[in-house]
């Protein structure tokens, strides 16, 4: 392919040099460093929280806190964090920002300022989730922040939740218009839809998502801070409301949320597969259809979240139903992923690891949720441990290795280097290990009865069952906690040591990495690109080669 | 070419053929009415269900793992310069890897469903006879009141072999009324009464734990289910019944522990009110 | 044009303002209102609010100045507003989902100590409110003939139209209250205030809006997919005015 740029990181200039530089930027790449270190800061703090829970229940009674007000800020704080700050703004802000533009072979965002708009609108909804640890009177109502108990004095600052849901809100509305807009319009010459890579369609897609549903998610918020602090009634019974209109309001947003957070880390797979494997996406076409079909499909089955909440009977069946047929389209994600395998030519590198372990649990996490899916079933299982392992395979390990399987993937054009590749690869394993240790026995806990959002469980002191999972649970969390920092060591190493990368690490035909491996300023290539009607982001046998249309030189 | 498509379509139809008989299955099998459950309690129909699903699921899982491990496998990098030589499927192949396991997976998701339908209907219809008790709760308590002026805190007597229907509300926030080893869940909020009902057909005790989070002492709010023989409820009851003439006037109001709720005025909820 | 992003330029372009408007809106306005609500501090509010609106303003003002009439659009505005009004719908939608269902749920409407309410200032205020579409209409019709001032005036006249607007629904609301009728009365209190105070929200940001874009068109730049996009907002907050109308008043 040839060194298109002649900018190897030569110690040439690669990112903005002075603070102005980096505060003011309106680069998409950029913004795209400042979305990964506010969700991996977001990561750090919601990991140390959920350490802190895990000792907590190592044993029975109170371990380093018997405050159930503490507690719940950690676990109100966990969950929060890890979703709202980590996970959505990992995706949906660093992949969507720094990779996707360059995939598509655009020189940036449609709006860059929007864009530069959106990244501190997240920056101030961390801070002021942040701000909860340290506040007096802080919020304890968890991260779905259910009302009657999230409008009582109770719940301590309700203002604070509603508002940062709000405030990261916005900033996903204006990103996901922003991002749809770039996709939509800025794709390099010659580039249909068919030709855009996985990553790029799973994250317009759940930006589509985003658009539709993020804003039920605020006006359900919106109004708990109105019923709470204006008087108003909307979910308060006493003067016409209902309680269960937020559980509603919520879910429709929350359940689809969970795609949102699924899609682009299947793209992520997909993007390492298939450039691991040097192969195809299988059946290509088709695979794009499901990942847009999940947006029907996850719209109208919010109900599973609450069927144990009094709703009517019928409405459970009828959304059960619905529930199970995503296996539909998952299941053909999930062939579509082990059919780029079939005849590939799989090289087991850094990233390829994290992948493989994403997609393993992926597998797992999502089998686990058709139980939950049968209304019937999940009378036993609502709001046990069962769920919560359930949620944690797909999205806090599954989801979690394959964010950070894609820094791995990317660092070369983050920084110009490649992380050691053992390093890489134990840090994966070790995660893989870890979080099984934390999530496999809670799933027998669950099995028994032990409910989410316990701070002790002394009922259940003679079950043995519980207690052991708890024990080897606690275990498995101290060897997570080794793991991220292995990871951290590795890309700190990394950045600072690794070996330099040549343009192509990997070997993949997208266009990102046609262009410099460091991209050393703002445009990303050195002249407009195009592609040819046969040229596939996945076609590693006969592929065209993108060609960059020449433009008079006026600078 | 043409004899490739051919050969997809041969395979699909196939893979189509576990289908029929899961459909078969799925819209032959008798929906259960109301009382044809003979001694199968929804306790031990739940059971069987859950391994049913659970074996379902590890099958589905361990087939895909043993395909995916053999490629994952068999096609391994062994020379620097390889690339993957994928077949390039042709249309009607890719209408047929998409339908057919859409098939496969629909009929899989309908025989699970039909299954759990006919528990759903086990666990959602009460039977005539059973014995109502009304439950309260409030942070951190639950309140049993048995509808003849004996109520306890925290602790359930019922006797065995006879189904209980609880008509639940709550006094403040959303708690969530299980019932350990009878896998009925069902969330209690104020403004509504929602129910559910269990057949304990074994003297004993159980946890009961609430499942919904409500505050500081969320984890702290169980109880007890007691089951007991019909005799020794009776007793119990009598017993009960008199502490409870006793006091008359004076009805245990449900303890409140901690930090009450001030913008919900508990007193304003039609607490008995039923269905 | 003198900004357009070449492609491949180690030269980064920076600007201030979407940073001012993201801590402004992000993170002052939200500690005002919990200032005020959670903690009653009102002067700790105050300060706040006047750092969050001041940051807010200037950064919409000097984004405007920046970029309307300055950097060649490539006319993707429109789209762009046309998803976000896309959204705004879903966002009303999920509230008077809240009125339906508080609604239909009950047993009278309204509820028994609902005092009779006047609905004709609501509607004049909302026919006046529609006419501001005919202006704004017009001031894009000024744009495309190049007349920057005509624009301008047709701009403002719109408004004056939103102000007027604003006053009336606001004297509605104080007559409304005089009676007892305030907020937490009752579901229909709930839903009348909710309504027409959501939808004033949208007013509010409409003028702000609107006046960023003045600065740059009285030194006669002037920008057409901007402006298209802006014309969308407001016959978007017309029409929820008169939804907003027909929902609470005349059903
Ligand atoms: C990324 C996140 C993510 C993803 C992808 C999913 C995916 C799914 N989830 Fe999960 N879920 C969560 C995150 C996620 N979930 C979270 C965070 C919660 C808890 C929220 C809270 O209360 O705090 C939750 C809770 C939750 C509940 C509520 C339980 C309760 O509170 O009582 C339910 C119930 O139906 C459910 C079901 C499902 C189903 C059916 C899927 C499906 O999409 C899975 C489909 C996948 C497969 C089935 C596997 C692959 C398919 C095949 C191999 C084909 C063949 C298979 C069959 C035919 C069965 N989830
Ligand atoms: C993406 C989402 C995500 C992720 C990644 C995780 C990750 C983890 N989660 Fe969590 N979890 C949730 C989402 C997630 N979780 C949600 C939504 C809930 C429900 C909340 C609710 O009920 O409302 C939940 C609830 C939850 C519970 C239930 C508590 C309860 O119900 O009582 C538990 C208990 O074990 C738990 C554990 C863990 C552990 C051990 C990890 C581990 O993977 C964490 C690993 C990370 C670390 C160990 C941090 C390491 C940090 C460093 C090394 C930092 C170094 C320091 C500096 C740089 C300063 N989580
Ligand atoms: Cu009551 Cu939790
Ligand atoms: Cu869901």
Known sequence: MGVIMGHEPNGKPGWPKTVKEWLFTLDHKVIGVWYLIGSIASFAVAGLAAMLMRIELGSIGPDITGDGNVYNLWLTMHGAVMILGFQIPALLGFVANYAVPIMIGAKDMAFPRVNAMSVWLLWSGILLALANLVIPDHFNGMWTGYPPYSTSDAAGNTALYSLVVIVLGMSSVFGAVNLACTVAFMRCKGMGWFQMPMTAWCVFTANIIQLIFVPVLAASVLLLSLDRYLGFGFYNPETGGDVLLYQNLFWFYSHPAVYVILLPFMGIIFEIFSASAKNMVFSYKATVFAVLAFIPAGGDVWVHHAFVAGLPDWLRVLQSFTTLLISLPFGLLMLSLVGTLYKGAIRYSGPMIWALGAWVMLIFGGLTGIPNALSSIDYGISDSYVVMSHFHYVMAVAGTMATFGAVFYWFPKLTGRICNEFLTKLSGITFFIGMNVVMAPLYFAGIEGMPRRYMDYQQFADNPTIVNAQYWSTIGAYITFLAVLLMLVAWIHGMLKGKKSSQNPWGSQSLEWTSAALIAGQGNFPSPVEVVEDWHPYNYIDNPKPTYITVASNS | MKIKSLSYKALGALLALPLIPTLAYAFQMEIATKNNYEGLTPQAHWNEMWSEVMWDITIIGAIYFAIALFFLFRYRRTEHNQVGKSPKLSAQAIIGWVVLPCMLFLGDDLFLFVKAFDLHNQMREVPAHAQTIKVTASMWNWNYDYGNGVDTDNELRVPVGKPVVFRMTSDDVIHSHYLNGYHVTEDVMPGRVTWEWIMPVKVGESVITCREYCGANHSRMYGKLIVMKQANYDAWMVSALADAKAESGHRIASTTVGKAIKNIAASKINKGQEG | ?251
């Not at chain 3, 706040?48 to 950097?71: F, K």
């Not at chain 3, 409304?176 to 209190?189: D, H, K, M, P, R």
């Not at chain 3, 702000?208 to 730049?221: N, Q, Y």
């Open chain 3, 1 to 251: 044009m003198s900004e357009e992003i070449k492609h491949y330029t180690a030269h980064w372009h920076t600007s201030p303002f979407p940073m001012m408007v993201g801590f402004g809106t992000g993170l002052f306005l939200p500690w005002a209102f919990m200032l005020q609500f959670n903690y009653e501090q009102p002067t700790a509010a105050l300060v706040c609010l006047v750092i969050g609106a001041a940051l807010g303003i200037a950064g919409g003002l000097g984004w405007a100045g920046e970029t309307i009439g300055v950097i060649d659009d490539e006319g993707w505005s429109p789209s762009a507003m046309f998803m976000f009004i896309g959204t705004e719908i879903m966002t009303i939608g999920a509230i008077l989902a809240g009125y339906w269902v508080m609604r239909l749920g009950a047993p009278v409407w309204p509820p028994a100590d609902t005092p009779t309410i006047d609905a004709s200032i609501p509607l004049i205020a909302t026919i006046i409110l529609v006419v501001s579409s005919i202006t704004i209409g017009l001031a894009r019709k000024r744009e495309m003939e190049g007349d920057s001032s005509g624009f301008v005036k047709m701009v403002l006249l719109s408004i004056v139209i939103w102000g007027v607007f604003m006053v009336m629904v606001i004297s509605d609301w104080n007559h409304l209250a005089s009676e007892g009728f305030t907020i937490g009365v009752n579901a229909y209190a709930t839903a009348l205030y909710g309504l027409t105070g959501i939808h004033m929200a949208h007013i509010v940001i409409g003028l702000l809006v609107m006046l960023t874009c003045l600065p740059s068109a009285l030194k006669g730049r002037m920008s057409f997919s901007y402006t298209r996009a802006m014309t969308m907002y407001v016959h978007f907050v017309n029409s929820l005015g008169l939804w907003v109308l027909l929902q609470v008043y005349y059903w």
